[in-house]
């Protein structure tokens, strides 16, 4: 069942509660991650601890628990959750200040949540290659933090999906990013390329692991810029993301990818991220 953590006290999601002084309820100013958790067992968690403390240090704001105390917090929202497939969604803020107020406040008082939702697409039964569209990547300059300020996210995704697509593919002055929440690969030539991190895109946890099996395995695999006319030209395209791993997209802009199924490439590539989840 979902259950929630809120500074200290454990309870059902629907009754937590903040302040409307919250600075991430008024500004946003607040970091996130998310834990796929496998037969409950959340994968490569250290990581994703390490990406939450770096998302904290790039917005000033001191991290409240220790990789220790985090570690077992996880692991006991996961036993008290009782599932076993399910997606751990950790938040930081600021905290209340005592008036709304650009300047930071001198004693911080964070706001620590935590959730854990049953995640039935890790089980991944059905895969049903996505259609994208190609959209301007018209977010801020530090897509690298993972920051609960999403609205442009949101606007981009609903856009996505009132041209009937279910995602866009983010296109920054000619050059692929990211994808409104997820990283994106494509297959050219045999080889599997993906844009070298920058400012721009979230450092992808799932990303970083696509990359390495793929290697690990002999694949050709490059970190490279990759034009909006390449992306258009490849014989494959699929998204990673710790909610997805990796997943194919099917049409690009109304135009089918390959043939609109799960290439060659990306059936490799789950198969290897497979024995990944399988091994750790």
Not at 256 to 263: D, Q
């Amino acid at each position: 069942m979902a259950i929630s953590y809120l500074n200290g006290q454990w309870q059902a999601k629907e009754e937590a509660t903040v302040s409307v002084l919250d600075r991430g309820f008024l500004f946003g100013d607040g970091v996130y991650e998310v834990i796929p958790v496998y037969a409950k067992k959340p994968f490569t968690l250290e990581k994703h601890l390490q990406r939450l403390g770096d998302s904290l240090n790039e917005i000033h704001l001191s991290n409240p628990l220790s990789m220790e105390a985090w570690t077992h917090l996880v692991i006991e929202g996961i036993e008290r959750s009782g599932e076993h497939n399910a997606a751990v969604y950790i938040q930081i803020t600021r905290g209340a200040d005592t008036k709304r107020n650009f300047v930071y406040p001198e004693t911080v008082n964070h706001t620590i949540f935590l959730m854990i939702d049953p995640a039935p697409i890790l089980e991944r039964v059905e895969i049903k290659p996505y259609n994208f569209v190609t959209m301007e990547d018209f977010r801020w300059q530090k897509g690298h933090i993972k920051s609960v300020s999403l609205i442009a996210a949101g606007i981009i995704k609903n856009e996505a999906i009132a041209q009937g697509a279910d995602d866009a593919v983010l296109i920054r002055e000619g050059k692929v990013t990211e994808c409104s929440a997820s990283n994106v690969f494509i297959v050219v030539d045999g080889v599997i390329v993906t844009p070298p991190k920058s400012k721009h895109l979230l450092h992808g946890i799932t990303r970083d692991q696509v990359i390495a099996v793929a290697t690990e395995a002999g694949l050709n695999v490059e970190e490279r810029e990759i034009s909006s006319a390449e992306l258009t030209l490849a014989s494959e395209i699929f998204i990673t993301s710790s909610t997805h791993e990796s997943w194919p997209v099917g049409s690009l802009n109304g135009q089918s990818v390959g043939n609109g199924e799960g290439g060659v490439i990306w059936q490799e590539v789950d198969r290897l991220f497979q024995e990944l989840k399988a091994r750790l």
